[in-house]
């Protein structure tokens, strides 16, 4: 369905499972317009609620509730989660000692739950 709906997503999701070097990346300046809104998202959205599941198995509370843009959220924590936060936490360390990358995290918001 998706090759005949969207054969350029199609590939991409291929090349996403084995992916490679095949010449120059953008620079986070071409980037930007594209990536800070889904990285401020990000930050609005997925890392407020996975810390917030974090910190509930941390302290085995059986459900937690988390305020994010348009109300509250309640549910139980998910140890996966708490797993790919940490996952985050250690990339974000590495990338971070770019300064480039560092300040664009930074300025989505992203820093904030990840240092």
């Known amino acids: 369905m998706m090759r005949g709906r969207a054969p350029g997503v199609?590939?991409?999701c291929l090349r996403m499972n084995e992916p490679r070097n095949d010449g120059a990346f953008e620079t986070s300046g071409t980037l930007a317009p594209t990536l800070s809104p889904l990285l401020s998202y990000i930050a609005g959205y997925f890392l407020p609620w996975t810390v917030a599941n974090a910190r509930?198995?941390?302290?085995?509370?059986?459900?937690?509730a988390v305020d994010l843009?348009?109300?509250?959220y309640v549910q139980p924590p998910q140890k996966y989660h708490a797993k790919s936060l940490a996952e985050l936490r250690r990339k974000y360390?590495?990338?971070?000692a770019d300064s480039e990358t560092a300040a664009v995290l930074r300025d989505a918001g992203i820093a904030a739950f990840l240092a």
């Open 56 to 64: 509930a198995l941390e302290r085995g509370e059986d459900s937690f």
């Open 10 to 12: 199609a590939d991409w």
């Open 93 to 96: 360390a590495a990338a971070s």
């Open 69 to 72: 843009p348009g109300g509250t």
